[in-house]
């Protein structure tokens, strides 16, 4: 009966997931494994930084890739997550490892790609606790740079488009824009 749960999870985070990069401009399914996925490699297209220059300034790189695998034990426990491109960023390991935070069973796929992808243009960063020191003692030092890409990765959903007016102009005060 579990067997059912988890996939029905994995059907909903898959569908999730593509909705938000058929949405996004910057979120891309490069490739899934399993049917329904259990396995994602994922491509942003936005800024970051792959590394430091000898003068402590940012190389920007404009495509990363994440690979994401939603092992037996997800969603109780968070994915195993994996950089595959040069990211410098003081919550990724120079492995590629990650460190995400607080996880919870009700976080959907598609809001973790949204975490790392903020990861990535760094609007989602905590020097405080780092992977990777020397990263975290470039940003305390930077702060000013960031977000390293100020665009939005979500894109716009149906729901984005509804809004509540205040005036009463009909029953539910509900506009399409």
Known sequence: MSFDIRETRLRNDYQRVRDLANRSEFIHIV???GEPPEKYLIRYTCRGVEGISGANQPIYREQHEVTIYLHAEYPLKQPQLKWITPIFHPNIHITGAVCIGAWWPAKTLDEL???????????NYEPRDPMNSKAAAWAIQRKSLFPIDRRELK?????????????ESDDLGIKFG
């Open 31 to 33: 490739r899934t494994e």
């Open 113 to 123: 790609l949204l975490t790392l992808g903020e990861m990535v243009q760094y609007k």
């Open 155 to 167: 894109g716009q959903s149906v729901a984005d488009l509804i809004v509540i007016r205040d005036e």
